[in-house]
């Protein structure tokens, strides 16, 4: 499945902004990673196919809302109260799984090509 990542752009401090990440077809799990300059790829938040089950890494927990709309096959992250730290390349990622959410970047099989996130302070 091709993954195709939108909305990033240049927020200020505290702002808010919603990325969107349309696949050609249908993954049970979807889920956002980020990557800053030098530092490894890490997970933001995941997705079940039913939405019954999600996942964020603590440091976006109460900031980020992961969701997704089955019908067109897209998952969003709205991002609230964004800190400059939140800099990074987002990526989409996609997985057919049943079971835990997984949230290391081996469990996927699918990735888009990532979305621009910069937070100025």
């Known amino acids: 499945v091709q993954l195709q990542a939108s909305g990033g752009g240049l927020v200020q401090a505290g702002g808010s902004l919603r990325l969107s990440c349309a696949a050609s077809g249908r993954r049970n799990v979807m889920a956002w990673f980020r990557q800053a300059p030098g530092k490894e790829r890490e997970f933001v938040a995941g997705i079940n196919w039913s939405a019954r089950s999600t996942s964020y890494t603590d440091s976006v927990k109460g900031r980020f809302t992961i969701s997704r709309d089955n019908a067109k096959n897209t998952v969003y992250l709205q991002m609230n109260s964004l800190q400059p730290e939140d800099t990074a390349v987002y990526l989409c990622?996609?997985?057919?799984?049943?079971?835990?959410?997984?949230?290391?970047?081996?469990?996927?099989?699918?990735w888009g090509q990532g979305t621009q996130l910069t937070v100025s302070s």
């Open positions: 990622a996609a997985v057919n799984i049943i079971g835990v959410l997984p949230t290391n970047p081996g469990d996927f099989s699918s």
